[in-house]
């Protein structure tokens, strides 16, 4: 073949090779390739990690019948009339088990394109996924992102994700807590995790934490969600492991520093990233054209001490690579995925809602505020997750009113699991006073939303960014549908600043 082509294989064993991509669908381009007889694809199709001319594919095959060995198309429609390039992937013994991971690289792909993709055998065709490659360096263009985090299964429905795969966006971000490592929410009840030999949700082992994976990716709204979007993920603390609250007084079976092994494992084994722990870390960035540059981080792998410790949050590697990247990028948005929330948030004036996110080490927060402040950073901008709380407001170099700010941020609320109150919707009297006594606490929030679930959309142009909250009516039953909770403006340059410019009333 003339042009630079390539397939990796993310499973040491694995072997594949290219087809002709041929426009002609009167033949059968599979005849003897030996592909299987048949395959299931229980979890769809996902993507995710896009470059100009690659993306990286994960696919959790089963009941593969006869030789191990599948097919996979890409093409420009839906419909594979125009079919840019065709592979035959051997199954390693270990892809029976857990996703099979395909890098595909191709000259044959375009940045900033939409691409449809499916994996074949000889009897089964997996659900078709869409994917945009990464836009060129120059590419100016408005940019469209969606960013969601905390789904628990066992909560609610995934309707915020069934309203995402609508959304025409270039990419969709997960801010943290996937999966949970111990269902503790309570939902509608044909959702119930029975994940453990007790019954009670608590992955602890290899195998458990990759079944609680099958077990969200059962749920066809979030299905729907993947095959429509490429994805770039972060991790929180449930996707890991930890000691404390959240256990409800349940004995572990596995020690702590093994369940986050097996917490890290099983990460890596589902999500569509390149490499794992051991080869390339968590934190990354990534180039959207001009436009933006989105920087990843991992909140919970370098941390130096406790919360109050006055230990570093990030490590000094981290912090010096994302100072350093903030610093040096020439995108018009630096975007900051973020796991945990970094403005500070009290009950009451000196009394943080939550020392297990940046309110625990209040000096990183001042260091990163200060230096942006001084290298003259513009349009800095946060996404994060955990609190299961809509929030908006500027990050200041006390995380409170009164001192300067550095960045904006924007908290995305949940998909599904609880918030800080499980409150019925029609109790929408104590949520306001809920939010009033918080702004009080907190004059620097622009924007808080205690009761809704759902998920962001952000829209990057040259002059202001634009973000739109949405909210499905309930995660009680299926298929209820979404609105608008809040939009919101950032202008660039200046002091950051947010601006509301909508807000629904209860």
């Not at 033949?27 to 592909?35: A, E, F, N, T, Y």
């Not at 403005?343 to 001042?366: A, C, H, I, K």
Request: hydrophobic letters at 40%.
């Amino acid at each position: 073949m003339d042009r630079r082509s390539f397939l990796q294989l993310g499973l040491a064993g694995a072997a594949a090779h290219l087809l002709p991509a041929c426009g002609d669908n009167q033949h059968d381009p599979w005849l003897g390739q030996g592909l299987a007889d048949g395959a299931g694809f229980p979890d769809g199709v996902i993507a995710g990690s896009p470059e100009p001319r690659a993306i990286h594919l994960v696919v959790q095959l089963e009941a593969l019948v006869g030789r191990p060995r599948v097919g996979l198309e890409v093409a420009r429609d839906a419909d594979f009339d125009g079919i840019v390039l065709r592979a035959v992937v051997d199954v390693p013994e270990l892809a029976r088990d857990v996703p099979l991971h395909a890098r595909l690289a191709d000259d044959a792909l375009a940045p900033g394109t939409q691409y449809y993709y499916r994996w074949i055998t000889r009897g089964a065709r997996s659900p078709v996924g869409a994917f945009r490659t990464l836009r060129a360096a120059a590419d100016r263009r408005p940019l469209r992102l969606g960013f969601f985090s905390c789904q628990g299964w066992q909560a609610g429905y995934f309707n915020a994700h069934a309203a995402l795969a609508r959304e025409d966006l270039e990419l969709v971000v997960s801010l943290g807590d996937y999966i949970y490592d111990l269902s503790d929410d309570r939902g509608p009840p044909e959702r119930v995790d029975r994940i453990g030999p007790a019954g009670l949700g608590f992955a602890e082992t290899l195998g458990e934490y990759r079944e609680k994976y099958r077990l969200y990716r059962s749920d066809p709204d979030l299905g729907a969600m993947h095959a429509r979007h490429a994805t770039l993920a972060v991790w929180d603390n449930h996707e890991l492991a930890e000691d404390g609250g959240h256990l409800g007084g349940i004995t572990p079976r596995v020690l702590l520093a093994d369940r986050l092994v097996n917490g890290r494992a099983a990460f890596w084994d589902a999500m569509p990233m390149q490499a794992g722990p051991s080869e390339r870390p968590l934190y990354r960035s990534l180039r959207l054209g001009t436009m933006a540059e989105l920087f990843l981080l991992d909140l919970h792998s370098h941390v130096g001490g406790p919360p109050g410790s006055g230990a570093s949050y990030l490590g000094a590697a981290q912090r010096d690579w994302l100072l350093a990247g903030l610093a040096a990028s020439p995108a018009r948005w630096k975007i900051i995925a973020t796991s945990t929330v970094m403005m500070g948030l009290d009950l009451s004036p000196g009394n943080p809602v939550n020392t297990n996110q940046w309110d625990g080490y209040p000096e990183e927060r001042r260091l990163i505020v200060e230096e942006l402040r001084a290298r003259g950073v513009a349009g800095v901008v946060a996404l994060s997750g955990d609190l299961h709380t809509f929030l908006a407001g500027p990050v200041t170099a006390s995380g409170r009113a009164g001192t300067p700010a550095g960045l904006v941020e924007v908290s995305g609320g949940a998909i599904s699991s609880q918030g800080l109150l499980d409150l019925k919707e029609d109790e929408g009297n104590v949520a306001t006073l809920l939010e009033d006594a918080a702004r009080g606490a907190n004059p620097h929030l622009l924007y808080i939303e205690v009761l809704a679930r759902g998920y962001g959309v952000l829209e990057a142009r040259q002059d202001e960014m634009l973000v739109t909250l949405r909210s499905p009516r309930s995660v009680a039953t299926r298929g209820a549908p979404t609105r608008d909770l809040a939009r919101l403006r950032i202008p660039h340059g200046g002091e950051p600043r947010i601006e509301l410019l909508y807000a629904e009333t209860r």
